[in-house]
């Protein structure tokens, strides 16, 4: 059975790049007679406004999807709790109280999940009065995990090689977990078969084909799509003057209509697909 999720942070207002994604993921489980699920992924600290969920199903009917609401994020805490002291147990993760600003100042090599953390904290004597952060100790997970793959329904099968990205946060300073591990557990918990999502996170997938082999979790296959961007070929985002959903429809706009023009890839006023 084909499992497809749409996975929004309310942080701000959807707009016709989630629409592509949620339509995207919708026909793929509908199409395979299987379940398309949405699970609103609102543990990013003070950036998440919960509130915005309700939004987030108006636009989804709206725009024709039947959907299943799986629970959020916030109401999963003690999984990623369990999950990391797991890992933190088993030597695979440490503290890290460095600051933003103190690793910037080390002129980091930039993977892609940003700045690459040098490893300062690995070998600090610990600071238990410091807030800190848990980093995953890349290097030795992978000697143990050894050689992964992972399979994209668009790109085919690739190598997970994570080690570009570094130490990543498994469990962050502000939040009860790090984006990698929330959605790792939460796709496993949810039977995702098929982790379907923009291009923009293709890199991401390593990092979590990893967290699949350290905790024992199913591996699905993903799909990530391609970008919707705007005439100066950058993503759509509301500050470059890309209207919300939810503005859309205020202003009477017909989301089947738009759901159909996404699917055929007629897409409004110079926005396109970014080229692979
Ligand atoms: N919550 C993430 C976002 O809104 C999506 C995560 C995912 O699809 O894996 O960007």
Not at 132 to 147: C, H, I, Q, T
Request: charged share 25%; aromatic share 6%; proline share 7%.
């Amino acid at each position: 059975m084909t499992v497809t999720r749409f996975a929004p942070s309310p942080n701000g207002p959807l707009h016709l790049g989630h629409a592509y994604s949620a339509v995207v993921a919708h026909d793929l489980a509908k199409r395979a007679g299987g379940r398309f699920l949405l699970r609103i992924e609102d543990i990013d600290g003070p950036r998440s406004r919960p509130e915005l969920a309700e939004a987030f199903r108006r636009d989804l009917a709206w725009l024709g999807l039947e959907w299943e609401e799986v629970p959020a994020q916030s109401t999963r805490l003690a999984t990623y709790a369990a999950a990391a002291q797991e890992l933190l147990a088993r030597g695979y993760l440490y503290r890290c109280t460095c600051t933003r600003a103190e690793i910037e100042s080390l002129g980091p090599r930039i993977g892609s999940q940003g700045a690459v953390y040098p490893g300062t904290c690995k070998t600090r004597p610990p600071e238990p009065d410091k807030p800190a952060a848990l980093r995953l100790d890349m290097a030795r997970a992978l000697a143990d995990v050894g050689p992964l793959e992972w399979e994209d329904a668009v790109a085919g099968v690739q190598r997970a090689d994570p080690l570009e990205a570094g130490d990543v946060v498994i469990v962050r300073k502000d939040a009860p977990a790090s984006y990698h591990l929330a959605a790792t557990l939460d796709d496993a918990a949810d039977s995702v078969t098929l982790v379907t999502r923009g291009e923009d996170l293709f890199a991401a997938t390593p990092i979590h084909r990893v967290l699949q082999a350290l905790l024992d979790l199913p591996v699905p296959r993903w799909h990530h799509h391609r970008l919707l961007v705007d005439a100066s070929g950058q993503k759509l985002a509301k500050r470059r003057g890309s209207p919300s959903l939810a503005d859309r429809r205020e202003a009477g706009e017909d989301g089947l209509l738009l759901a159909e023009q996404l699917r055929l890839h007629r897409f409004p006023g110079g926005i396109s697909l970014a080229s692979a």
